[in-house]
């Protein structure tokens, strides 16, 4: 197994301008998170999808930001517009979504920056 | 919610000593408790984890303990090599979906 992919590795990126971020994760699992990482703020979870639907979102910055998880293969987190505050690492992970406090697998993340 | 606070935010370690870390948590409900190691540039990535139900646990080097009483729970690494440099999140959850992280620990392992 690849693990959990995501694309692209580094955006850079104008304040204004709309930022997909894309994530595949591994196959089988049914629980998929996106985190942000800062150094001020650490490791923040934005969302958590479960058989593809959105259960948790309260973590999502505001509403320029939102994700989506069209199958069960397959996630996109949309910034728009951006801002230069978001830049960060965005990182996808992908457990089987048990619900008993399981391991994340993370993806490789991607380095997002803001000009 | 959940509050994990870790400490040490850094740590510096010749080789070959160890290096412990710790965390403490809020929520007494907390039941499950991993450990991640992120090298620079890099992705987090599960090193160890314990649950409520166990006192310590142990892998090659590295091993955990937890004090549910106190609520607080600690990675221990023996004869630290210079691979053992990382960033290192210990983590709280109750059971469900939401891991809650600490701010992290920087150690550096002096050759």
């Known amino acids: 197994d690849a693990g959990v992919i995501q694309s692209p590795r580094h955006e850079v990126t104008e304040m204004g301008q709309e930022v997909t971020l894309r994530c595949k994760p591994i196959?089988?699992?049914?629980?998929l998170f996106w985190y942000r990482q800062t150094m001020m703020r650490g490791l923040e979870l934005l969302i958590y999808?479960?058989?593809?639907?959105?259960?948790?979102d309260s973590g999502m910055p505001e509403d320029r930001f939102s994700a989506k998880m069209p199958n069960a293969s397959f996630s996109t987190l949309k910034i728009q517009p951006s801002e230069p505050r978001d830049s960060a690492v965005y990182f996808c992970?992908?457990?089987?979504?048990?619900?008993?406090?399981?391991?994340?697998?993370f993806g490789s993340g991607t380095q997002l920056s803001v000009l | 919610g959940e509050n994990v606070e870790q400490h040490p935010s850094t740590l510096s370690v010749q080789e070959g000593d160890s290096a412990v870390i710790k965390c403490t948590y809020s929520?007494?409900?907390?039941?499950?408790f991993p450990w991640y190691k992120q090298e620079l540039g890099k992705r987090p990535q599960l090193i160890i984890d314990?649950?409520?139900?166990?006192g310590e646990k142990k892998d090659q080097r590295i091993a955990v303990t937890l004090n549910k009483t106190a609520k607080h729970f600690s990675l221990h690494i023996t004869e630290t090599q210079p691979e053992d440099s990382a960033v290192y999140f210990c983590?709280?959850?109750?059971?469900?979906?939401?891991?809650?992280f600490g701010a992290g620990t920087t150690v550096t392992v002096r050759a």
């Open positions: 196959s089988g699992h049914n629980s």
């Open positions: 314990i649950r409520s139900n166990v």
């Open positions: 929520d007494s409900a907390s039941n499950y």
């Open positions: 999808f479960n058989n593809n639907v959105p259960i948790d």
């Open positions: 992970a992908s457990s089987l979504g048990s619900g008993e406090g399981e391991k994340l697998f």
């Open positions: 983590a709280a959850s109750n059971g469900d979906y939401k891991l809650s």
